[in-house]
């Protein structure tokens, strides 16, 4: 089993820039695909961006994709997401989630952070 602990977010203006981390314990996060979706108010939670275990291997959503990247450090076992030129449809509550399967179903993801605020204002 593995624990995700999420930690940035937070507000910011249009076209400005915010990282979010997300720390695994319990297990190595190199065993997991890790994915990062969101979740806007009223709105179901989407994919955003997943990393491969071990070879950097990337896919994006397509509203990520030339704005935010996720990478990973497996020897600080951290997965991180850049976002920049950020907009006012980003803003939801951010989860990071691990899986062994990976893909950008939500259900294939066995463990999840608690969620981030990032809150993009005009």
């Known amino acids: 089993q593995v624990q995700l602990v999420q930690s940035g977010g937070g507000l910011v203006q249009t076209g400005g820039s915010l990282r979010l981390s997300c720390a695994a314990s319990g297990q190595t996060a190199s065993r997991y695909i890790m994915g990062w979706f969101r979740q806007a108010p009223g709105k179901e939670r989407e994919f955003v961006a997943l990393?491969?275990?071990?070879?950097?291997?990337?896919y994006y959503a397509d509203s990520a994709k030339g704005r935010f990247t996720i990478s990973r450090d497996n020897a600080k076992n951290t997965v991180y997401l850049q976002m920049t030129s950020l907009k006012s449809e980003d803003t939801a509550v951010y989860y990071c989630a691990a899986s062994v399967r990976g893909g950008v179903d939500l259900v294939r993801y066995d463990y999840w952070g608690q969620g981030t605020q990032v809150t993009v204002s005009s």
């Open positions: 990393i491969s275990r071990s070879d950097g291997s990337t």
